[in-house]
């Protein structure tokens, strides 16, 4: 009989929302920013320094600010940042912020 896995995500995401540059890759079927929010609920903060990753994995601890930064193409980067209250994660190109 096999046994239900409980699985708990390290990132607790609160309203999920995007730019309108990211929607409009999505709306054009250019780009899934699925892969890539899993990645980030899972504590895989992608394309940063060991710095910035200490820097996280010590923010889930205290409640800080969360940022991931994925190289998705040569040409398209994708940031993710959750709010230090956890209410909301964005979705932004770079040039957006």
């Known amino acids: 009989m096999a046994q239900a896995i409980s699985y708990q995500p390290r ?10 540059g990211i929607s409009d890759l999505i709306q054009r ?3 899934d920013a699925v892969p890539f929010l899993q990645r980030h609920l899972n504590g895989d903060w992608g394309d940063l320094s060991d710095d910035d990753r200490h820097q996280n994995d010590a923010a ?6 969360l940022l991931s930064s994925y190289q998705v193409t040569p ?6 940042i959750t709010e230090r209250d956890r209410s909301v ?3 932004l190109l770079p040039n957006e912020y």
């Open 11 to 20: 990132v607790q995401l609160g309203q999920v929302v995007m730019t309108t």
């Open 89 to 91: 994660t964005t979705l």
């Open 29 to 31: 079927g250019v780009f």
């Open 75 to 80: 040409t398209l980067k994708l940031w993710i």
């Open 60 to 65: 889930l601890k205290h409640g800080e600010r």
